[in-house]
Nanobody, 132 residues
Framework: QVQMVESGGGLVQAGGSLRLSCTAS????????MGWFRQAPGKEREGVSC????????NYADSVKGRVTISRDNAKNTLYLEMGSLKPEDTAIYYC?????????????????????????WGQGTQVTVSS
């Protein structure tokens, strides 16, 4: 049974930092591309960042670019999201997700994150709240 458990969320002041983690079990972690998504109250879920199975490809949403770093440790079956310079608009539930490793489309000088529907395993989410 596949389980993906996020941790590291919490309440932080604007300008602060958080490190989210997602630990997976029940799957061969290093044959999955991974992504972080978030859903703010009253809004649709949106992609935040993605990383290929071997960390060779990454991309970020424009809203977080320059403030967020995605990484993974395949030996620990863990995905990370380092977030800095947090803003109140970053407040959301953050989810990790996995999809079977495949190529990333390339356009405009960037590798594009896979579409949300391509991810087959999802965590339960961790709440991030940024106060102003």
């Amino acid at each position: 049974q596949v389980q993906m458990v996020e941790s590291g969320g919490g309440l932080v002041q604007a300008g602060g930092s958080l490190r989210l983690s997602c630990t997976a079990s029940g799957l061969t972690f290093d044959v999955y591309d991974m992504g972080w998504f978030r859903q703010a109250p009253g809004k649709e879920r949106e992609g935040v960042s993605c990383i290929s199975w071997n960390s060779g490809r990454t991309n970020y949403a424009d809203s977080v670019k320059g403030r967020v770093t995605i990484s993974r440790d395949n030996a620990k079956n863990t995905l990370y999201l380092e977030m800095g310079s947090l803003k109140p608009e970053d407040t959301a539930i953050y989810y990790c997700a996995a999809r079977a490793a495949s190529g990333f489309d390339y356009s405009g000088g960037y590798y594009l994150c896979p579409a949300e529907h391509e991810y087959i395993y999802w965590g339960q989410g961790t709440q991030v709240t940024v106060s102003s």
